[in-house]
């Protein structure tokens, strides 16, 4: 498993709501959410890490 790097990421608080209701809907963790979000981006566009283990399509 890869090693995480914290930082800190700002959202308008609307977006965030939207994302903590998506992530409550499929049983993910808000951080969890976002990154299942930035890595279907990363896939859609051909840019996903070499080897991603960390996160699974649910």
Do not use: Y
């Not at 951080?31 to 051909?46: C, D, R, S, Y």
């Amino acid at each position: 498993m890869s090693k995480k790097k914290a930082f800190a990421l700002r959202l308008n608080e609307e977006m965030l709501k939207s994302i903590e209701k998506w992530a409550s809907d499929e049983f993910r963790s808000t951080n969890g959410q976002i990154e299942w979000i930035l890595m279907q981006a990363l896939k859609k566009h051909h840019r996903q890490p070499k080897s991603d283990h960390s996160t699974e399509e649910k």
